[in-house]
């Protein structure tokens, strides 16, 4: 079965950085596009970033461009998020998805930006 789980998340002050890895299972990962999402207190989850199967084609929210960059590791089924100069309102738990038949989601890893 599909399986994403996310790592990386934690206390980060404004101005630092933190990278999110999202390890998959369970599907052909060389072969499907995936996403970062987040979703803050109150508010309705959003995409961060987007990446195609070969990682040749990358989109960012425009609140993140700039800071973050989206990458992936064919041979480790994992894709990662590099967060730097985060910011307080990058407060959220973060996602990973991939569309395969269906939406899969992972678990999701906090990350909190905060003095």
């Known amino acids: 079965q599909v399986q994403l789980v996310e790592s990386g998340g934690g206390l980060v002050q404004p101005g630092g950085s933190l990278r999110l890895s999202c390890a998959a299972s369970g599907f052909t990962f060389r072969m499907s596009a995936m996403s970062w999402h987040r979703q803050a207190p109150g508010k309705e989850r959003e995409l961060v970033a987007f990446?195609?199967?070969?990682?040749?084609?990358?989109n960012y929210a425009d609140s993140v461009k700039g800071r973050f960059t989206v990458s992936r590791d064919n041979a480790k089924n994992t894709m990662y998020l590099q967060m730097n100069s985060l910011k307080p309102e990058d407060t959220a738990v973060y996602y990973c998805?991939?569309?395969?038949?269906?939406?899969?989601w992972g678990q999701g890893t906090q990350v909190t930006v905060s003095s």
């Open positions: 998805k991939v569309a395969v038949s269906n939406d899969y």
């Open positions: 990446i195609t199967s070969t990682g040749g084609s990358t």
